[in-house]
């Protein structure tokens, strides 16, 4: 049971809008910025979104990241069948000594 | 091109420890946080334990406190993980990844706890 709450999977057609959730609390997103990682099939995760909403050099406009209160959302538009992909969002939790956590992934098909 | 190459994964028995490398280049190394995170096999990521660019600063997921150790060795662009008291449950993935907010990554190397 991963401390980040993420849906299993999501599903949209091509050329379509689709929002990928990610719900926390208080001691991580309530109090820090959230990343997201795509990891395609059987490559190494890719950081895609940080600080909530910034895009890293070479990242396309199509993917946008939100935050509010506890909880975080990754969109994507315009989607394509490269972006069939595993999607994470992570942050810092406070709590304890304090750790990173990712959230439980979303499984992202293109239909 | 910042590259970051991950070794020293194989097959260990129960009980066993094991030592990761990861060899970065493109960046200055002794700036950058640094991360080990792990996926287990059809699991999602758990990030296992991170170290600031001078060592001072640590940090352990609980499931690998006491068993786990990070160090680098900014002369030689390292990082490291030395593993001991291997569980099977430890079975993974192991990815380096750099900069605060890890985005930077390495491809992997396989860690294998069996008896």
């Known amino acids: 049971q991963s401390v980040l709450s993420q849906p299993p999977s999501a599903s949209e057609t091509p050329g379509q809008r689709v929002t990928i959730s990610c719900s926390g609390s208080?001691?991580?997103?309530?109090?820090?910025?959230v990343n997201w990682y795509q990891q395609l099939p059987g490559t190494a995760p890719k950081l895609l979104i940080y600080?909530?909403?910034q895009r890293p050099s070479g990242v396309p406009d199509r993917f946008s990241g939100s935050k509010s209160g506890t909880s975080a959302s990754l969109a994507i538009s315009g989607l394509q069948s490269e972006d069939e992909a595993d999607y994470y969002c992570?942050?810092?939790?406070?709590?304890?000594?304090?750790?990173?956590?990712f959230g439980g992934g979303t499984k992202l098909t293109v239909l | 091109e910042v590259q970051l190459l991950e070794s020293g994964g194989g097959l260990v028995q129960p009980g066993g420890s094991l030592r990761l490398s990861c060899a970065v280049s493109?960046?200055?190394?002794?700036?950058?946080?640094m991360h080990w995170v792990r996926q287990a096999p059809g699991k999602g990521l758990m990030w296992v334990s991170r170290i600031s660019g001078d060592g001072t600063n640590i940090k352990y997921a609980d499931s690998v406190k006491g068993r786990f150790t990070i160090s680098r060795d900014n002369a030689k662009n390292t990082l490291y993980l030395q593993m001991s008291s291997l569980r099977v449950e430890d079975t993974a993935v192991y990815y380096c990844?750099?900069?605060?907010?890890?985005?930077?990554w390495g491809q992997g190397t396989l860690v294998t706890v069996s008896s």
């Open positions: 992570a942050t810092w939790d406070d709590s304890l000594n304090g750790f990173w956590v």
């Open positions: 208080s001691s991580n997103i309530g109090l820090n910025s």
């Open positions: 990844a750099a900069n605060g907010g890890m985005g930077y």
């Open positions: 600080s909530n909403n």
């Open positions: 493109g960046v200055t190394f002794s700036s950058q946080w």
